[in-house]
């Protein structure tokens, strides 16, 4: 990839015709040492948020050793860019031939699931290998995610006991895992979490050496602003240690977005202005996905090679180049009220879910990529970010308690 010192200055020696996806490795590793220093435990990473080779290369050289794969293509890319990192198929829903591949020819020992017959196609895919590493996952509340994944995947509370102790009596080492849902804005759904994990390893009686708290970490979207990230690593440690599990039990956590939101952004170009309305070169079949499905909004921020344009700023709908009335990203996004064709307009935070959803609908989803070393955005990484936390919250307690001490 080229490397620039900033989208200003990549547009000033390019004028790039496709979108181009912008990486910020230095931020990859940030994050990744936030985790290695933070989270009491150990740190996976979710390839499914990103599994660009850059990505996968700079968290193995980040000292991050174990990735949890969804499909045999994450496995094949994660063997091939980190031959010795430990794979984690948690994936509760796998092909037979998949698990046999992930066994036999990647090495893959970890493998998740929340349904009885899973475990007999693992155990059959594995020729009832006697190593394996069985994470059942459990269905638990999604209330405080911005983006709820439940619904899907996780054992119930009505059959989780019976498939804990199914699992337990296959497994070498067995696991018990969940997923908050992405984006999850309350450290406490965590400790929620782990404590109904607690309630159902009793109810089946089993010993578990492993709790993976799965993903859900946040990221700082304009509009989804959440605790700082210390609050859940104090909630996940205060929750572990209340829970029914072997005393050397490991504790794990797997995130995608919080990992690599940061390190991704994307320069997309103004074809037309309508009024409010600017229609871009990439959008919700490119990089922009969550900006149109989600109605998130996204920092974005103005790329013009003379840098003049006015100081008034006004709000701005965008649309991407598809033919799909779904291709539209409401925001609003604030932007220089004079932007118009040929601008182009970084929008950060994209290095989650934002290639990695990207299709070939209509013809578009091509983008260049390079590396930018300035960053622009707020960073829930920095120690500011917690300062200002912590002091909106006591306002807004201030705020509540005058406005109830207005109406008695
Ligand atoms: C099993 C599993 N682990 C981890 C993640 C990563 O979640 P997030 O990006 O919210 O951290 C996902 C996301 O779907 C997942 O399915």
């Not at 920092?299 to 799909?324: H, V, Y």
Request: hydrophobic fraction near 45%; charged fraction near 20%; aromatic fraction near 10%.
């Amino acid at each position: 990839m080229d490397e620039f010192a900033s989208p200003l200055e990549l547009v000033r020696a390019t004028s790039p015709e496709r979108p181009v996806t912008l990486a910020r490795p230095e931020r990859l590793v940030r994050s990744a040492r936030w985790f290695q220093s933070n989270f009491p435990g150990t740190l996976l990473y979710a390839v499914k948020a990103n599994p660009s080779p850059w990505v996968i290369s700079g968290l193995a050289a980040a000292g991050v050793d174990m990735f949890d794969i969804a499909s045999t293509a994450e496995a094949e890319l994660v063997r091939a860019l980190a031959p010795h990192a430990t794979l984690a198929y948690n994936n509760p829903v796998k092909s037979r031939a998949s698990i046999a591949r992930a066994y036999h020819e990647f090495g893959c020992r970890i493998f998740a699931l929340d349904h009885i017959d899973e475990l007999a196609k693992i155990e059959a895919a594995t020729n009832y290998a006697d190593d394996l590493t069985l994470i059942v996952r459990l269905a638990v509340d999604n209330a405080a995610a911005a983006l709820p994944l439940a619904g899907k995947f996780g054992a119930s509370i009505f059959d989780a006991p019976a498939l804990l102790q199914a699992a337990r009596a296959r497994a070498a080492r067995l696991g018990v895992t969940f997923h908050v849902g992405s984006q999850c804005m309350e450290p406490s759904a965590y400790a929620h979490a782990m404590r109904a994990c607690s309630t159902l390893i009793a109810r089946a009686g089993v010993t578990v050496d492993i709790v993976n708290c799965g993903g859900g970490f946040p990221s700082l979207y304009p509009g989804l602003t959440p605790p700082p990230l210390t609050r859940y690593a104090q909630a996940i440690e205060a929750a572990s240690e209340e829970m029914l599990v072997m005393e050397n039990a490991e504790l794990w956590c797997e995130p995608g977005r919080a990992l690599v939101a940061e390190a991704g952004s994307v320069l997309a170009r103004i074809e037309l202005r309508k009024g409010d309305a600017l229609y871009l070169n990439d959008g919700a079949f490119g990089n922009l996905f969550d900006a149109a499905h989600l109605s998130w909004r996204f920092p974005a921020r103005l790329i013009r090679a003379s840098e003049e344009w006015q100081a008034e700023e006004a709000p701005f709908r965008l649309f991407g180049p598809t033919c799909d009335s779904m291709d539209a990203m409401p925001g609003p996004f604030p932007l220089p009220a004079d932007a118009d064709e040929g601008d182009y307009i970084e929008i950060g935070l994209l290095g989650a879910y934002g290639a990695a959803m990207a299709s070939k609908f209509n013809g578009f989803g091509d983008a260049d990529a390079a590396i930018v070393s300035d960053w622009p955005w707020q960073s829930i990484y920095d120690e500011q970010y917690a300062v200002e936390w912590v002091a909106a919250s006591q306002r807004k307690r201030r705020g509540r308690g005058a406005a109830e001490a207005g109406g008695r």
